[in-house]
């Protein structure tokens, strides 16, 4: 049955690619600043000289077999099913871990706090298209020790759909599984992690590629390799770069538990030569992306990419022109795990307002990635006939059994000049503001228990006071 998708790389292309990978595994190799780590690869078969370690392409195999090509991330309630992360399926979430919030009552730009994390997350409670949810601000408030704990206490309490959590590192997954599963579901939450391009991993990394396969907590290993900077300037040489970076991750986290779930990711970078900065949404690094997510499909791994996220300041027309074009092209690569609906400014910034819009934009691209079946009853040849030349379908029982399959925009204004004047003449941003308003008036879905609620502190607080924690 016909859908809607982009494509780059055929399979010819995307073996290259691999092909390539393997050889810079092997000679190259990567570097892994972490000694148990050291010790598993040494285990698993690879060669290790310090810390470079040099992969065999036995390895790459028998992990890119093993890895499970399906898993469920589980909601703690709510009108949210399950997401079945596997190749094929397409869920959108908004994005973690930014320094700069746009202030709902002012409009200024200032620093994260926990009440925006919160408050961002019981947002994205109420919004239909939003399927899972990241925290969308580091917040300034919370014991540096403890802000990725911090973190995902906010979100727990704002929303019951699935989290995916960036921690500082893999210390502290226990913590956050007995907090997931205090709330309801122990399996509702990923890990995200990065290595540090080109080729190395570090401690932070690798304790929760290790940490997530002893678990069986999903993991997210999503390279960030930068065209030009920390990459080679081409597309298919960054490309080669994150691959080996997330392959070789693979194989640690394989040998660590073999069938542990895995989510492949790549987000190129494409530096900007003026300004040195990483803009999210070149033409260059949106293209990266698309061969990324092809590739990910050449492993048949469920897979993580971005969309609806904008490098505007400002909520102006390039955030409104971003958040559509990096929507629709994320939604076309069709990558299972879509993020970071909502981001402002590169990934420093976040916005109630991009989320509200994030939202409408996901319902667009559903609705024009929808299957489009070509059967008879489809073809509707008998209601043409019916019909004849010159005739109306505006009546028959076709056009009323099907036309609210069609979709109709919340914010998003198709109505004619005389009718728009009548209802205020207003701009898309004033409708977003709107309908924001009327979203945070609502009484909040769900609140977790007097219980819930202390024993989250508490465990906030036994982390805090411990000896051992995280420096």
């Not at 703690?76 to 746009?102: F, I």
């Not at 989290?163 to 500082?168: D, E, G, I, S, T």
């Not at 907590?217 to 030009?228: D, E, F, R, S």
């Amino acid at each position: 049955m016909g859908q809607a998708r982009l494509a780059v790389w055929d399979e010819a292309e995307c073996r290259r690619l691999h092909e390539a990978t393997l050889a810079v595994l092997a000679d190259t190799g990567v570097e892994v600043r972490h000694e148990p780590a050291l010790e598993l690869f040494r285990a698993a078969g690879a060669s290790v000289d310090g810390r470079r370690v040099r992969i065999p392409s036995r390895l790459v195999d028998a992990a890119l077999a093993s890895a499970p090509r399906e898993w469920l991330l589980k909601p703690r309630g709510g009108d949210t099913g399950a997401l079945v992360l596997r190749d094929g399926e397409v869920y959108y979430g908004t994005g973690s871990d930014v320094l700069y919030v746009r202030d709902l009552e002012t409009g200024e730009r200032r620093r994260a706090r926990r009440a925006d994390v919160e408050g961002m997350a019981a947002l994205c409670e109420r919004l239909p298209n939003i399927d899972f949810v990241m925290s969308m601000g580091l917040p300034e408030d919370a014991p540096r020790e403890i802000d990725d704990l911090v973190q995902v206490v906010a979100m727990l309490r704002g929303t019951r759909k699935p989290l995916l959590v960036a921690p500082r590192d893999g210390s502290v997954l226990a913590r956050i599984q007995e907090m997931a599963t205090l709330c309801g579901e122990k399996e509702s939450f990923a890990i995200y992690a990065m290595p540090s391009p080109p080729l190395m991993h570090d401690p932070d990394a690798l304790t929760k590629v290790i940490g997530c396969a002893e678990r069986l907590i999903p993991l997210v290993y999503a390279p960030a390799p930068n065209m030009g900077a920390t990459a080679p300037r081409s597309i298919a040489g960054a490309v080669v770069v994150g691959n080996a970076e997330t392959l070789s991750g693979l194989v640690l986290h394989q040998h660590v538990n073999r069938g542990a779930p895995f989510v492949y990711g790549i987000g190129s970078g494409s530096m900007d030569m003026r300004t040195m900065t990483d803009p999210y949404c070149t033409p260059d690094t949106l293209l990266a992306q698309q061969v990324a997510a092809d590739l990910a499909r050449h492993y048949a791994l469920p897979s993580f990419s971005y969309a609806g996220m904008s490098d505007s300041k400002l909520l102006d027309e390039q955030w409104t022109a971003e958040a559509a074009l990096s929507m629709a092209y994320g939604s076309l690569s069709r990558a299972t795990l879509l993020h970071d609906v909502g981001y402002l400014e590169s990934g420093l910034q976040s916005s109630y307002e991009a989320i509200v819009l994030g939202d409408e934009l996901v319902g667009y691209a559903r609705q024009f990635m929808r299957e489009v079946p070509v059967d008879e009853y489809s073809l509707a040849l008998d209601e043409i006939r019916t019909v004849g030349p010159g005739g109306s379908h505006l009546g028959t029982k076709y056009t009323r059994r099907h036309h609210r399959e069609f979709w109709t925009p919340a914010l998003l204004d198709h109505a004619v000049h005389d009718r728009w004047a009548a209802e205020g003449a207003t701009t898309l941003g004033e409708r977003v503001r709107a309908r924001l308003a009327d979203l945070l008036a609502t009484e909040r879905p769900f609140r977790l228990t007097a219980d819930q609620e202390a024993r989250l502190e508490e465990l906030l607080a036994e982390t805090l006071a411990d000896a051992d924690v995280r420096i």
